[in-house]
């Protein structure tokens, strides 16, 4: 149970930071709360419930294939270890001016959708950090990946909704100085959890 609780509290950071790190999508939620209003802006945050079952499902079945191989998942994972230290620096390295979008027509959904399929960040979490992690919980209780998997995209969405609704009501809620020091707090969390990726990567490539 004990362990359980923690993928719930890893798919929750996990979420977290990714709901509210620079990228396509976050800024596609301010654009789209700024011009049109919290509507909008909820179509966004809701894109990656519709864009990202595909994903997750192609990555774990390459990843199933080779959890007989522990040279393979160790490489993985260590891959995985660097993609954590990279957005948790660049997190650390966030700057306001990284919150300035471009206003775009309608069609929220539609181009929430285009933006976070086309996007590079899905796939590459989902086959570095959260594939290994759901197959580790698989291993222990199908409950603990529920409860990763809920942790996760219940933060994912909901820090997205929970900014739209800020933003709807103070447009300048994202220059805020609080605002980034959540994020780059948020930023040495990642990189705490690449020490954890980094130590299980070595053992298991046989250098542990």
């Known amino acids: 149970m004990i ?5 719930l509290f890893s798919g929750m950071i996990f979420g977290l930071a990714a709901g509210i790190s620079p990228g396509p999508l976050i800024a596609l939620v301010f654009s789209e709360t700024i011009k049109y209003g919290k509507k909008e802006g909820f ?21 199933s294939r080779l959890t007989k191989y522990d040279l393979v998942v160790g490489i993985i994972t260590l891959f995985g270890a660097v993609y954590l230290i990279y957005l948790g620096v660049e997190n650390l390295r966030v700057k306001i001016n990284k919150f ?11 181009r929430g959708i285009i933006a976070n399929f086309l996007s590079p960040h899905p796939y590459l979490f989902w086959l570095f950090i959260g594939g290994p992690m759901v197959l580790k919980s698989l291993n222990m209780h199908i409950f603990a990946t529920i409860l990763f998997i809920l942790g996760f995209y219940s933060l994912l969405v909901g820090s997205k909704i929970g900014i739209t609704l800020i933003l709807d009501k103070f447009k300048s809620f994202t220059k805020n ?3 980034i020091y959540i994020i ?10 690449a020490l954890m990726f980094l130590k299980q990567g070595i053992k298991l490539v046989g250098l542990l």
């Open 184 to 193: 780059r707090t948020l930023g040495i969390t990642l990189i705490l959890f």
């Open 100 to 110: 300035e979008v471009k206003l775009e027509k309608k069609g929220a959904l539609k």
């Open 177 to 179: 100085k609080y605002y």
């Open 3 to 7: 362990e359980g609780l923690g993928f």
């Open 43 to 63: 179509k966004i945050a809701l894109a990656p419930l519709i864009t990202d079952l595909p994903i997750v499902l192609f990555v774990l079945l390459i990843l």
